[in-house]
């Protein structure tokens, strides 16, 4: 029973919830991560796939890599943890999704806004004048990188390192976060910043904090709740207790 662990009287039906996911939820789906041991940074430099300097020098490798992981995405599926969260927005009207992931797994409904901290890889913009979705966000065309009319080169819509959030999507994150009466932290392993500074900005703003998780990290011994397993299935236990008091 997931409200062994969650209080229940936290909810009300005008609760706003606020999901902030990382790359332990697509995990469950299939989707390698980056930091673990077995992430894709054990095995490739970063600086070389997911850096401007990386793409100046050698804008081929680096599409090919995001047509990779594009394809890989395209393999997979959600999981019954996104399901769930779709569900209980259903039942929360105020309900909005913060992820970190790019893999687009959160679909953008009427009924729950997803805010993409680190934009989404089946997107495309300009390198250079920023202009979005060219060639219909296709990577690359017969095989060769696509030029924008400006001349830059159109790169995947992703933060890559070294580069900083777009500021209106970082505020808009914040402003979510500190408007959270109870915040979900999910699949994340709350080391990177600045996107692991949103729990607190809910914390300090009198949230309840509910991580989920499969080991503890540096958020644990601040949340309210902390339960370690696979997000799918205790995101499922927790929507079925919640559609069974809240529908
Ligand atoms: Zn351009």
């Known amino acids: ?4 662990w969650i209080q229940k009287e936290w909810f009300s039906k005008n609760s706003k919830l606020v999901f902030f996911t990382g790359a332990g939820m697509s995990a469950e789906s299939g989707i390698r991560t980056f ?17 401007p300097a990386g793409f100046e020098n050698d804008p081929k490798l680096v599409l ?4 990779y992981r594009r394809n890989e995405i395209k393999k997979a599926k959600p999981n019954k943890g996104y399901d769930a969260i779709e569900n209980i927005a259903k039942l929360f009207p105020q309900a909005q999704v913060i992820t970190q992931n790019v893999d687009g797994f959160h679909k953008k409904a009427d009924f729950i806004d997803v805010i993409e901290l680190h934009g989404n890889i089946h997107k495309t913009h300009c390198n250079q004048c920023r202009k979005e979705n060219l060639d219909g966000c296709e990577l690359l065309h017969d095989d060769k990188p696509i030029f924008c009319d400006c001349g830059g080169l159109m790169r995947p819509s992703v933060v890559w ?7 209106s999507v970082m505020h808009q994150a914040e402003s979510i976060s500190r408007s959270a009466d109870i915040f979900f932290s999910i699949g994340t392993s709350s080391l990177i910043y600045p996107a692991a500074q949103m729990p607190y900005e809910a914390k300090n703003n009198g949230a309840k904090i509910i991580e989920i998780n499969p080991q503890s990290t540096p958020l644990t011994s601040m949340a309210d709740a902390s339960i370690q397993g696979l997000s799918g299935e205790i995101l499922f236990k927790i929507y079925q207790e919640l559609h069974a008091n809240y529908n």
Do not use: C, I, T, V
């Open 1 to 4: 029973m997931a409200f062994d």
């Open 35 to 51: 930091r673990d041991n077995d992430g894709y940074w054990s095995q490739y430099d970063p600086m070389k796939l997911a850096s």
């Open 64 to 67: 090919d890599w995001y047509q």
């Open 161 to 167: 390192f070294g580069e900083s959030l777009r500021l």
